[in-house]
């Protein structure tokens, strides 16, 4: 067990997923989801289903349908699923409690913060313009940088390479199983939020810390207390 404060003592960034930890947007894409797997694939998507959150629309679909999804079908779908997703979120999206009291902790840390998020640039501007964070997200890895999604570690690998840091001096956060894999596998300790999956899961797939926003995890910033 370590001092939670010596978690953040030889960081250089901290790796943000975006759905689900920067905002508590699940809602608005799981009824996305629900609306476009319904008029593609006739398939019924029950409230509360993690496995539509955290991955690319290939893999997530495969699972859905149980059947090999062509590249095309996926691309069509993630596209009317995309602009279904601004639609419903546009003007309705808000900060996770705490969040830009975190960003200004990290930054009088000289901790950089960077986005890497399975998520497409239109979809990355829609929140980052929300919550005027175009400025502290200068290092960004979307849905478009790499080969590999999540819960494949390369998004996670890409930003410790475009950084020039190494696994041991990077933090991730994330609130799905697919991305708290990815950042486990790229080497890197995952606090998670527990926006869209329960603390148990998060904890059995190597998450240290499992809070349920950034306030609370200010507060245990500033509590003497390990992790």
């Known amino acids: 067990m370590t001092d939670f404060l010596q978690v953040y003592a030889g960081l250089k960034a901290v790796l943000f997923d975006m759905d689900g930890v920067l905002t508590s947007n699940s809602p608005f894409h799981e009824a996305a989801w629900k609306d476009v797997v319904q008029h593609y694939f006739q398939v019924q998507i029950e409230d509360g289903d993690t496995r539509i959150h955290g991955g690319r629309a290939h893999e997530i679909l495969t699972v859905l349908l149980g059947r090999q999804v062509t590249q095309e079908e996926a691309l069509d779908f993630h596209e009317h699923k995309e602009a279904r997703y601004r639609e419903l979120a546009q003007g309705n999206i808000q900060p996770l409690e705490g969040l830009h009291a975190y960003l200004n902790f990290l930054t009088s840390k000289g901790i950089e913060p960077v986005l890497v998020t399975s998520g497409g640039i239109p979809?990355?501007?829609?929140?980052?313009?929300?919550?005027?964070?175009q400025e502290t997200f200068k290092l960004r890895i979307t849905g478009e940088t790499v080969k590999?999604?999540?819960?494949?570690?390369?998004?996670?690998?890409?930003?410790?390479?475009?950084l020039g840091i190494t696994a041991q001096q990077a933090l991730v956060?994330?609130?799905?199983?697919?991305?708290?894999?990815?950042?486990?596998?790229?080497?890197?300790?995952?606090?998670?939020?527990?926006?869209?999956?329960?603390?148990?899961e998060l904890y059995a797939l190597g998450a240290e810390l499992v809070v349920q926003n950034f306030d609370q995890l200010l507060e245990r910033l500033q509590t003497p207390q390990e992790v």
């Open 123 to 133: 979809n990355v501007a829609l929140v980052l313009d929300a919550f005027g964070l």
């Open 148 to 162: 590999n999604g999540k819960p494949h570690p390369e998004p996670y690998l890409t930003a410790l390479q475009k």
């Open 173 to 200: 956060h994330e609130d799905a199983p697919a991305g708290v894999r990815s950042g486990r596998d790229a080497g890197c300790r995952v606090i998670a939020l527990e926006t869209t999956t329960g603390a148990a």
